[in-house]
């Protein structure tokens, strides 16, 4: 069984970040992305960022954002995760759409979206406000993996060394608890979003699956047989006997487990459902899946994944 304390070694080191991280490399920065290039003229001192995973990033890396964007809607700007790491009240927005209006008020240096859809009009718009990183170069829209927007969004802080070591760390995490848990060798585990009206099943690249795989669990069959530049597909609830696994791990959109029964009966014929091995996602920490929300996650959920494959 795992807990908490796994965590609090990476978290102390986060939490000193502010004091402890300096800037690591010299300014002027000019830095390559999906959409071009940005020229950062000297360190920034007032940061937005625009989506929760950028928050948190910014946070672990010492610096305190003037103004986040939530997609997620939290009060703070952020998670219960990163919560810890902030020591100021930035402006705080909530939802989908982007206020250029309240960010420029902000008055930022530095805008970082690099968990982003890379759309070119938004870019266009943020970098008359300021310089503005956004979707890391060769990702693909909304999919830039947790290295990616981290050390992207480090090297624009003039913090590289630093980014690299919180991705270091993760990665030790992640080896910590494939060791602490022989158990997930040879069970496989898959990711479902069950949305009102749909399902779906993730590749073996999603990043919930990835992260999970790297725990010690192997994919099914059908998260190999996505399609080559899709990161997901559609599953008819006649067919959801295919995406079964020893684990499942469900985003629910908002409805409890016997709510999804309710509305996909079929769900419930699945051994894992019967048998108390599909979970459903309480919080957006995967969500998130920065370098500080990740081991939230799988703290949570490895004791559990441990104690029903162990009934």
């Keep these: ?27 002027p920065i000019t830095l390559e992305h999906a959409l071009g290039t940005v020229t ?16 948190d990033t910014v946070l672990a890396l010492g610096v305190q954002p003037v103004g986040i964007r939530s997609n997620y809607n939290f009060d703070a700007g952020v998670g219960p995760w990163a919560e810890p790491l902030l020591t100021t009240e930035p402006a705080v927005w909530k939802g989908r759409e982007l206020n250029f209006e309240a960010i420029a008020a902000a008055d930022p240096d530095l805008i970082v979206f690099a968990t982003s859809g890379g759309d070119a009009a938004e870019y266009e718009r943020l970098s008359q406000i300021a310089p503005t990183i956004a979707l890391p170069r ?24 630093e980014g690299e070591q919180l991705i270091a760390d993760l990665d030790a995490y992640l080896a ?15 990711y479902l979003d069950i ?31 996505v399609p080559a530049g899709q990161s ?26 016997d709510e999804l029964i309710a509305e996909t009966p079929t769900l419930a014929t699945l051994p894992s459902v019967e048998d108390g091995r599909a979970f459903v996602l309480q919080d957006l920490a995967f969500s998130s899946a920065s370098v500080v929300s990740i081991p939230y996650a799988l703290d949570n959920l490895l004791p559990r994944f441990s104690a029903a494959l162990a009934d």
């Design 40 to 55: 950062i003229p000297a360190e920034p001192q007032r940061v937005v960022a625009l989506i929760d995973r950028d928050a």
């Design 138 to 161: 060769g990702a693909n829209p909304w999919e830039a993996t947790t290295a990616q927007t981290t050390l992207l969004i480090a090297e624009a802080l003039g913090r590289k060394q």
């Design 195 to 225: 949305y009102p009206g749909g399902i779906s099943s993730y590749s073996a690249n999603h990043i919930v699956n990835g992260m999970l795989y790297a725990t010690g669990f192997s994919p099914i069959a059908g998260a190999l047989d």
């Design 232 to 257: 997901s597909i559609s599953v008819s609830a006649e067919l959801l006997a295919s995406y079964d696994a020893d684990i499942v791990l469900i985003y629910p959109f908002g409805r409890s487990l």
């Design 1 to 27: 069984m795992l807990s908490i304390v796994r965590v609090l070694p990476l978290l102390a080191v986060l939490l000193a970040a502010p004091s402890a991280m300096a800037q690591d490399a010299a300014f």
């Design 176 to 190: 910590t608890q494939k060791a602490a848990h022989p158990e997930f060798a040879g069970r496989t585990v898959n």
